[in-house]
């Protein structure tokens, strides 16, 4: 059926160093997908988006990469700091909304 | 903005209770969703309306109702609460479906015992 997991549930970085979480999907019919920060105690938070007719696209220190051939999503954090840490969920849009699991980031001082 | 709001934070319910979960967005968006999420684990959709008046289950729907009577307020009903809904639910609303993003509440933690 269709699904979208991550790779990697926890994932513990140096501050400083870049942070990369990973996202597999399995509907090719998906068009538009969303990276979600979710902070503890608080509700998903918009972080970036990409279409399908891209495989990549820039914002403040986040880059998101699209490989449709494998079907994959990683989500690039430049210069990890402490307000990083968070629960990073990727999502797809196609005839619905799939979340993945979650990537629990730590971010180590 | 107020953005997505949800009343009430935390409810510790006894089995076989009923409540009620409170949602509302000021933002005119047309689709709205309840989800929940179990401790470490991902947002699973239980319902979802496209508008008012229209509702929609979703992944998760047994054991709870919602209604759409106007753009704003969405809530979210159970009638039998069971310990397997004890979850962390959240309301998110966006203006349509597809390449549009969802604007997510604070969450309520429900704890049924």
């Known amino acids: 059926g269709e699904s979208v997991g991550l790779h990697l549930p926890t994932l513990s970085v140096q501050e400083g160093d870049n942070s990369i979480i990973n996202c597999a999907y399995s509907n090719s019919a998906s068009d538009y997908f969303i990276w979600y920060k979710q902070e503890s105690g608080k509700g998903p938070q918009f972080i970036i988006d990409i279409r399908s007719n891209m495989d990549k696209r820039q914002g403040q220190r986040v880059t998101v990469l699209l490989n449709k051939t494998v079907k994959h999503l990683s989500l690039q954090i430049a210069a990890t700091q402490p307000g990083d840490s968070a629960v990073y969920f990727c999502a797809e849009n196609g005839d619905k909304v799939i979340f993945g699991p979650g990537t629990s980031l730590s971010v180590i001082p | 903005n107020a953005g997505v709001t949800q009343t009430p934070k935390f409810r510790i319910l006894k089995i076989g209770q009923s409540m009620t979960l409170q949602c509302a967005q000021d933002?005119?968006?047309?689709?709205m969703y309840w989800y929940r999420q179990d401790p470490g684990m991902g947002l699973k959709l239980i319902y979802y309306s496209v508008g008012a008046g229209i509702t929609d289950k979703g992944e998760v729907p047994n054991g709870y109702n919602v209604s759409r009577s106007t753009t704003e307020d969405f809530p979210l009903r159970l009638e039998l609460a069971a310990p397997s809904q004890t979850s962390v639910y959240f309301c998110?609303?966006?203006f349509g479906q597809g390449a549009y993003e969802q604007y997510f509440g604070p969450g309520t933690r429900l704890t049924v015992t």
């Open positions: 933002m005119n968006h047309n689709y």
């Open positions: 998110a609303s966006s």
